[in-house]
């Protein structure tokens, strides 16, 4: 069923009774088990409409891009978490979106996330380090 404000984009959409910073720590582990690098998490809940938490992470190859994205859905499914709403990007390998609603998990390759600069347009946002607790945006 739609929740009733899905329509005008408002929604998150969320495992019942799920917390999405537990489901981003939860991502943001699986990437680094697969030795992904500089794993991030950002909080940008309340200036983003469409989710909570950025997980954002890279790999060095392409190969090891995909073992990210997959060990990243794989966890999340086996822990009971939700599955992602929207998957893109998995084909080229060079940034793969995995939306899960209430988080978005980013998997770049090293050139394009150095291209697209996600930590830096979203500076002013707090951030953390997958097990451990959310620090002061740079600058704060």
Request: avoid cysteine; aromatic fraction near 6%; charge should be negative.
């Given at each position: ?19 999405a910073r537990h489901w ?64 893109e990007g998995r084909d ?49």
């Amino acid at each position: 069923m739609t929740p009733p404000d899905a329509l005008d984009g408002t929604a998150r959409v969320t495992a019942p009774g799920a917390d999405a910073r537990h489901w981003a720590e939860v991502a943001a582990t699986a990437a680094d088990d697969k030795l992904a690098v500089d794993t991030v998490i950002l909080d940008v809940g309340d200036v983003l409409a469409v989710t909570d938490l950025f997980v954002i992470t890279s790999g060095t190859n392409p190969r090891q891009v995909r073992a990210i994205v997959d060990e990243v859905e794989a966890r999340v499914a086996e822990q009971g978490g939700p599955r992602p709403v929207r998957v893109e990007g998995r084909d080229t390998r060079e940034w793969v979106l995995l939306d899960y609603g209430a988080f978005v998990v980013h998997v770049f390759d090293e050139k394009t996330r150095a291209h697209y600069q996600l930590e830096r347009l979203w500076g002013d946002r707090p951030r953390w380090r997958p097990g451990r607790s959310s620090s002061t945006a740079p600058g704060s």
